[in-house]
């Protein structure tokens, strides 16, 4: 496997075992069957990082959904994941607890919290989140 692979998959892992009933999908399905739910892909690479020395450096953008984008249940779970002090919803916590993701990576951390809101899929609203996650591994 390729180490952007490999970093999803312990990303997935790592979510999965920090947060209770997370379901993962490490590309773009083509629907959303269960929530809440995280869509993660490889988002910028550093070209110098990532092929110029023995080490890659790149983003994963992890796209969080939540349920009804009109409830205010939605919005507490959104705050809720974005809490770092929630011990079993907390996306933060996650990844601050093995922030080695499933010791597939070096490190990891959350670089941004973006696009907190609303969003139109599939004909309706869902609530959601992006979380961007960099990370760093020595493959030389």
Request: glycine share 8%; proline share 4%.
């Amino acid at each position: 496997m390729s180490t952007f692979s490999d970093a999803i998959d312990g990303l997935a892992t790592v979510l999965k075992n920090g947060i209770a009933g997370l379901h993962t999908y490490n590309h773009p399905p083509d629907a959303v069957q269960e929530l809440p739910a995280v869509v993660m892909i490889v988002e910028n690479v550093d070209p110098e990082m990532a092929f110029g020395g023995n080490s890659i450096m790149a983003d994963i953008r992890c796209v969080f959904l939540y349920h009804s984008g009109v409830s205010d249940e939605a919005f507490r779970q959104i705050y809720d994941a974005i809490d770092p002090t929630n011990a079993t919803t907390s996306v933060i916590k996650a990844i601050r607890d093995d922030s080695s993701l499933d010791a597939k990576v070096d490190s990891s951390r959350i670089v941004a919290i973006e696009n907190i809101g609303r969003r139109e899929i599939g004909g309706g609203f869902l609530a959601g989140f992006d979380v961007v996650v960099r990370f760093v591994k020595t493959v030389g």
